[in-house]
């Protein structure tokens, strides 16, 4: 695998990109490699909106956390956070 701690992280970013879609495809849609190694992956195609050239990302299923602790959005409290409320117009 590739280290992303060079002096270019985007180009070694891109190198391990370039590396997952290659043992992705070479293995049958399977990752044998790497820290997604036997995690599920999809490879997502999408077009440019305004140039029309394809790009690919590969998505990978993140874990759900399981803690005994309330949700990360709560800010570590036990209660849900108050709506928000509607701005008012001034007169």
Known sequence: MVSMTGPDPRAAFAAMT????TDFRANGGQVTSGPFAGRPVLLLTTTGAKSGQPRLAPLVERPLRRSPGPPPHHDGREE???APRPARLLP
């Open 80 to 82: 849900r956070p108050a």
């Open 18 to 21: 370039a590396a997952l879609i």
